[in-house]
């Protein structure tokens, strides 16, 4: 979901939720949405064994490029080397 959306299901302006959200919250409600996106794709990365592409689908990325650059960005690896990472963690 983006903040367009969410603004659209509350059916009250973007930039009106976008403001409450940061007052009451301290975060951008676009963070916030990313970083429920990055939490449960990671999920994903160690808890099943989806691909990347159906991972960055399930976890409300537009495609598999905006998932690696917005997951690289925030977790400072690809999601691939956060999976391997995770399975060297649990040997």
Do not use: N
């Given at each position: 979901?983006?903040?367009?959306?969410?603004?659209e299901y509350l059916r009250l302006p973007r930039t009106e939720v976008s403001?409450?959200?940061?007052?009451?919250?301290?975060?951008?409600?676009?963070?916030?949405?990313?970083?429920?996106?990055?939490?449960?794709?990671?999920r994903q990365l160690t808890k099943t064994?989806?691909?990347?592409?159906q991972i960055a689908r399930r976890s409300g990325f537009g495609g598999v490029t905006t998932f690696y650059e917005v997951f690289l960005s925030v977790v400072g690896m690809t999601p691939t080397e956060y999976r391997l990472s995770t399975r060297d963690e649990e040997t």
């Open positions: 979901m983006r903040a367009t959306g969410f603004a403001r409450y959200f940061h007052r009451l919250c301290g975060q951008r409600l676009s963070h916030a949405i990313r970083d429920q996106q990055i939490a449960e794709a990671k064994r989806r691909s990347t592409e």
